[in-house]
Nanobody, 126 residues
């Protein structure tokens, strides 16, 4: 069992930055690819990006490439989402998800997640 707790959300102006954290419980954190999804008002949850179990590979949705960066610290059982150059359309609830993936891929579906965090709200004002 893995429990995930996100933090770091809030209100930011367009062009600003936020860093989300996702702290995991359990001793098997390094066994999981870690991903971030988001759900904007009135939209379905969508893949934002992810990082492989080893941390050597990352992948991002086109709409965040060059602006968001994902990293992980296995010693702290934590994955991060650094969000720069924020836009109003980035407003959403952001979720981290752990995926027991045996091979790395550049995108994942929400149905593949083994564990979810509760989400953290990010609001970007124009």
């Amino acid at each position: 069992q893995v429990q995930l707790v996100e933090s770091g959300g809030g209100l930011e102006q367009a062009g600003g930055s936020l860093r989300l954290s996702c702290a995991a419980s359990g001793r098997t954190f390094s066994s999981y690819a870690m991903t971030w999804f988001r759900r904007a008002p009135g939209k379905e949850r969508e893949f934002v990006g992810g990082i492989s179990r080893s941390g050597d590979s990352t992948a991002y949705a086109d709409f965040v490439k060059g602006r968001f960066t994902i990293s992980r610290d296995d010693a702290k059982n934590t994955v991060y989402l650094q969000m720069n150059s924020l836009k109003p359309e980035d407003t959403a609830v952001y979720y981290c998800a752990a995926i027991l993936a045996y091979s790395w891929r550049t995108t994942y579906r929400e149905g593949e997640a083994n564990y979810w965090g509760q989400g953290t709200q990010v609001t970007v004002s124009s």
